[in-house]
């Protein structure tokens, strides 16, 4: 939960950042034209973490307030360290990043090395530098063998790359990167897919101590996301947050042969499933037609949860607001989910951020009715659900369009001030691509 402190430009882009609040990919030394996620940090400071071109190293930068690199960061005072693991093959689409207590960070993803599969994890000290005491030098590679001790009723192995039939979850869910949060312990809380013993998706939530060693404390370490008293052949984890006394909140899709619905579940501390959220059941969300879950924030007392649901062949972007202990909040649209139909082509949301007073932080993708192209939209809700007529001289949202071609949302984060930094990304029909980080006045 980020404060805010209200500009009277709110929604703007921020002159004080590199070309009138849009920075363009690639940045000096960094043969990387796409930032895959975005953390914004004290001092007006921001990483963002850039895969090369080809099959490079992975790169995180840290700017300056300006948009420049930050040159005390990182051993060679350049700005960015770079991340290279000889003979292990990382993802670079499906990255996660995640702030930790001390400073530091934790970046998250999918890897394959030598047949093995699984995820990674890599800890980073506040300067750069890789948390020598985290795994092996400051990484941590969890096989699917890992999954297979940490859980005791079923064989599982970490989600890959699956045919969608449209019943199942999409490829995209399957081939998607850990979701990462710090508990008040300073564990590390991942959560990512797996199949069961009878080929089908299971969305699983583990837990990391400090060290990086897997924390047993947790169900053993791994605990598959069971939807008490939901009928549903498979599930698919989606983001995952946690609550200040240590529980964890989990978000994601489920189906059977006939529909997909979405679902929030919490896990105590233990890793079981917690009885006292919502009465002993998860949140669900029924639709005839197509609904996902994307992104889960949380504060001592509410759970904010975002994504998208296809409303009589249009999309609309989707905002579920519930009270910390999973009950709907009644004051945010009247304790119904909320379906945003800002633009009359669709729309769906990516990113979220729960602010101090209740307002609400959205980004993600839409598209008018006469243009192919796709823009970021950014908006900003009140506390009621009612767009803030305080945020781009009353719209209450803004919409970033470049000649570019297709526009997709990567990441977003706010800063302590309230600016909201966004990394997206663009594709042309000739398949050229690039990035952008945009910075928007809160």
């Not at 004080?16 to 007006?44: H, M, N, T, Y």
């Not at 005390?72 to 689409?93: A, H, P, W």
């Not at 529909?259 to 499933?273: H, P, T």
């Amino acid at each position: 939960m980020s404060e805010i402190r209200a500009s009277s430009n709110a929604g703007a882009l921020d002159p004080a950042f590199a070309d009138k609040g849009v920075l363009s990919l690639p940045l000096p030394r960094i043969p990387g034209d796409e930032a895959r996620c975005v953390l914004a940090l004290p001092q007006s400071k921001t990483l963002l973490v850039i895969p090369w071109l080809a099959s490079g190293p992975i790169v995180v930068a840290r700017l300056n307030e300006d948009g420049t690199l930050d040159t005390s960061y990182g051993d060679r005072q350049l700005g960015f360290v770079e991340l290279l693991f000889e003979g292990t093959e990382i993802d670079r689409v499906g990255f996660k990043i995640g702030a930790l207590a001390d400073g530091g960070c934790v970046v998250t993803g999918l890897y394959g090395s030598r047949g093995i599969r699984g995820l990674i994890a890599i800890r980073l000290r506040q300067d750069g530098s890789l948390e020598q005491s985290f795994g092996n030098g400051g990484v941590r590679l969890i096989p699917e063998e890992d999954f297979r001790r940490g859980t005791t009723n079923v064989a599982v192995r970490v989600a890959q790359k699956i045919e969608n039939d449209g019943n199942d979850p999409s490829t995209a869910q399957g081939n998607s990167g850990g979701a990462v949060a710090e508990d008040p312990d300073g564990k590390i809380v991942l959560v990512s897919n797996t199949f069961d013993s009878t080929g089908r998706q299971k969305a699983v939530a583990l837990r990391l101590n400090p060290d990086g060693s897997t924390d047993q404390s947790f169900n053993g370490g791994f605990a598959i996301v069971e939807l008490q008293g939901v009928a549903h052949l498979w599930s698919s984890a989606r983001d995952v947050a946690v609550q200040s006394d240590g529980k964890v909140v989990v978000c994601g899709q489920y189906g059977d042969n006939d529909r997909r619905a979405v679902f929030v579940m919490r896990f105590n501390s233990q890793g079981k499933v917690d009885a006292e959220f919502n009465s002993n059941r998860p949140v669900t969300i029924t639709a005839s037609e197509y609904i996902d879950f994307r992104s889960i924030r949380v504060s001592k007392t509410a759970i904010l949860v975002v994504g998208e649901a296809n409303r009589s062949g249009v999309n609309h972007g989707l905002i579920v607001m519930l009270n910390s202990s999973g009950s709907y909040n009644l004051v945010f649209n009247n304790g119904a989910p909320l379906f945003s139909n800002l633009m009359p082509g669709f729309l769906y949301w990516r990113q979220c951020a729960l602010q101090s007073e209740g307002t609400v932080i959205v980004t993600g993708v839409g598209r008018g009715t006469d243009t192919r192209e796709l823009s970021v939209v950014t908006a900003r809700y009140r506390a009621d659900g009612k767009l803030d007529s305080t945020f781009n001289d009353g719209k209450g949202f803004a919409v970033f369009e470049n000649e570019m071609g297709t526009h997709v949302t990567d990441g977003m984060d706010v800063m302590e001030d309230g600016r909201i930094v966004i990394c997206a990304s663009w594709l042309d029909l000739n398949i050229k691509s690039g990035g952008w980080v945009l910075r928007y006045l809160g």
